[in-house]
């Protein structure tokens, strides 16, 4: 459990239960069982008293967040552990939402979710190749996104969760570098508006692409959903 929540930093207090469903089992539960809210209560508050983890309300009517500590990160063998930070808590909930239920719900064209890759990981690796240091312009840094979804068919999916509005010129830049690096991107919105911000980024990125006379079998595809408001139970 505290592996997954190392890589992903936070989850909604809603969507521990899902997960814990999927865990091949815990301290706290059985396998393939689904813990009662009551002791899922109990099992959060255990953490946090244990220092384990923070939990705590940001919005009135959007659940609890789990965010794992580095005392929760060190028990699963996790050093250099960096803890989120309010401003982010959130969107990295958003994020484990959706890992959560593309993990349970197969793609009919690249079948099951069988590895995922997280920002965490994938800023560790860069940082050791030295290409993600600070200081570098925007073109130069290398854009990472919130998530790698490898298939079992082998497709590597970018996974993108957009809850507001990027600048224009950004969201482009984003968007070439992900067309051009995965064969699918698969960006989760929050309402229409950033739904035709990513739709308008695509457009451009994709006329971008042509004038540099990238082949177009060497730009990838790239889909657009809601971001879900619950994981199935």
């Known amino acids: 459990m505290f592996r997954w929540l190392s890589d992903m930093k936070a989850v909604y ?17 059985a396998a393939g069982q689904r813990p009662s809210p009551r002791r899922l209560r109990g099992m959060v508050t255990r ?15 959007v659940p609890r967040i789990v965010r794992l500590s580095r005392a929760g990160a060190a028990l699963a063998g996790v050093d250099g552990f960096r803890e989120t930070a309010t401003v982010t808590a959130m969107h990295q ?30 800023r ?20 990472v996104p919130d998530g790698v979804a490898t298939y079992e068919q082998g497709t ?50 994709r006329t971008t692409l042509t004038h540099r006379q990238i082949s177009a079998d060497r730009i990838g595809a790239l889909s657009i959903i809601d971001m879900p408001s619950e994981v199935a139970r």
């Open 47 to 61: 953490w946090q008293r244990a220092g384990y983890a923070d939990v705590r309300r940001f919005v009135n009517g």
């Open 93 to 122: 909930c958003e994020v484990s939402r959706l890992r959560l239920v593309l993990e349970g719900r197969p793609s009919p064209s690249l079948g099951r979710l069988v590895a995922w890759e997280s920002e965490r990981a994938f």
């Open 124 to 143: 560790s690796d860069l940082d050791a190749l030295g290409l993600a240091r600070r200081g570098q312009s925007p073109r130069d840094r290398v854009h």
């Open 13 to 29: 207090e809603d969507d521990l239960g899902p997960l814990l469903r999927r865990m091949p089992g815990t301290a706290w539960t």
């Open 156 to 205: 590597r999916v970018a996974i993108e969760v957009e809850r507001n509005v990027k600048a224009p010129a950004r969201l482009v830049r984003i968007v070439e570098e992900l067309l051009t690096n995965y064969a699918v991107t698969l960006y989760a919105v929050a309402g229409n508006e950033v739904r035709n911000a990513v739709a308008a980024a695509e457009r451009n990125a």
